[in-house]
């Protein structure tokens, strides 16, 4: 199953995607899940190396996504950059943490898979309720 996590920089979960069975990419994900229609221009999307949907975000809506390491190390620029992103993706990834906390999410029963995309959305909501501002 996949799904689609947005995350605010103060760490709270503000998007759970629909849950997506089987083999499919992150930009069909994306497409699927209907986030890009609440972003309006001027908004910034902090993805990870490999998410290219750099072409189907709306018109307006940046994507940051950091430098990948093509000659042995980085210009001071893509450090820079590379520092940047990384400060907000901390939340991103402390918010990942929390939501696979939940051991209910490593395997959820057959006869609750019905039940998946709400399992999910609790957990996240949970995830939310309980976090503290480091």
């Given amino acids: 199953m996949h799904l689609l996590l947005g995350v605010a920089p103060s ?7 629909p849950l997506f069975p089987g083999c499919v990419s ?15 221009p ?12 750099q072409k189907i975000v709306p018109e307006g809506v940046s994507v940051n996504i ?16 590379t520092k940047n992103i990384a400060k907000c993706r901390i939340h991103v990834e402390r918010a990942n943490a929390r939501l696979k906390d939940f051991q209910v999410l490593s395997f959820i029963p057959p006869y609750l898979k019905c ?20």
């Fill in 66 to 81: 950091p430098p990948f390491l093509n000659h042995g190390k980085f210009s001071k620029s893509e450090v820079k950059v």
């Fill in 11 to 17: 760490a709270v979960i503000t998007y759970v995607s």
């Fill in 115 to 134: 039940y998946a995309e709400k399992i999910v959305k609790l957990c996240a909501a949970l995830v939310n309720q309980s976090y503290r501002i480091p």
């Fill in 42 to 53: 001027g908004d910034l999307i902090l993805a990870d190396k490999g998410f290219f949907i």
């Fill in 26 to 40: 992150d930009k069909a994900v994306v497409e699927k899940s209907e986030l890009l229609k609440v972003f309006k």
